[in-house]
């Protein structure tokens, strides 16, 4: 059973910081393509970031230069830095597979940016 368990949410004023972790569990996790995603009031969820098994990494526009994903295979966690964060980030931050899987979704982690 794939296990996904996000943390590090906050609230943090616009241009602050947060690093998010997302660990995995039941999964092949060192080769898998995995992604952080997040859903804001009203708005369907989206992709912000990417990594693939061996780094290669892609980023949603609206994230590219602020936000920083990375991968600990042996500690089968994701993270993503998220840095001079804006209001508009403010959102439930998800990880999953990329592409995901509906059956793989976990709770998320709250990030609320004030202005």
């Known amino acids: 059973q794939v296990r996904l368990v996000e943390s590090g949410g906050g609230l943090v004023q616009a241009g602050g910081s947060l690093r998010l972790s997302c660990a995995a569990s039941?999964?092949?996790?060192?080769?898998?393509?995995m992604g952080w995603y997040r859903q804001a009031p009203g708005k369907q969820r989206e992709l912000v970031a990417a990594?693939?098994?061996?780094?290669?990494?892609n980023y949603a526009d609206a994230v590219k230069g602020r936000f920083t994903i990375s991968r600990d295979n042996a500690k089968n966690t994701v993270y993503l830095q998220m840095n001079s964060l804006k209001p508009e980030d403010t959102a439930v931050y998800y990880c999953?597979?990329?592409?995901?899987?509906?059956?793989?979704w976990g709770q998320g982690t709250q990030v609320t940016v004030s202005s």
């Open positions: 999953n597979k990329e592409p995901y899987r509906r059956d793989y």
């Open positions: 039941g999964i092949i996790f060192s080769i898998r393509t």
């Open positions: 990594i693939t098994s061996g780094g290669t990494t």
